[in-house]
């Protein structure tokens, strides 16, 4: 028998691997399924913006760009084909027809 740990675990592992619309069908079809899983806020939480000034945020921002920079990037060979391969149609689950 699979404990409860490795179920989760092999559960989140494969929910990781999907793309996000395919992680938002799935949240929908747990709520329609089973409701009493998943508690649902009908309004999010508003998050307070920290206080700080303008010129600090624009330090900030610059900073983090930098840090990108500074990594190298991404490593993508061709932008255009990377560009083509993120937005070329994949099939929904339950609909390989």
């Known amino acids: 028998m699979i404990q409860v740990t490795e179920l989760e675990a092999k559960?989140?592992?494969?929910i990781r691997k999907m793309s996000i619309a395919e992680q938002?069908?799935?949240?929908?079809?747990?709520?329609?399924t089973f409701p009493?899983?998943?508690?649902?806020?009908?309004e999010p939480k508003k998050i307070p913006e920290p206080k700080i000034s303008p010129i600090e945020r624009q330090?900030?921002?610059?900073?983090?760009?930098q840090g990108i920079a500074n990594s190298g990037g991404l490593d993508i060979d061709?932008?255009?084909?990377?560009?083509r391969e993120e937005r070329k149609d994949r099939p929904l689950p339950g609909r390989e027809d």
Not at 59 to 65: E, F, G, N, P, S
Not at 78 to 83: G, M, N
């Open 11 to 14: 559960l989140f592992d494969r």
């Open 78 to 83: 061709d932008p255009v084909e990377w560009q």
């Open 59 to 65: 330090q900030k921002a610059v900073t983090i760009l």
């Open 36 to 42: 009493e899983l998943i508690e649902v806020e009908q």
């Open 24 to 32: 938002n069908q799935f949240l929908q079809f747990l709520n329609e």
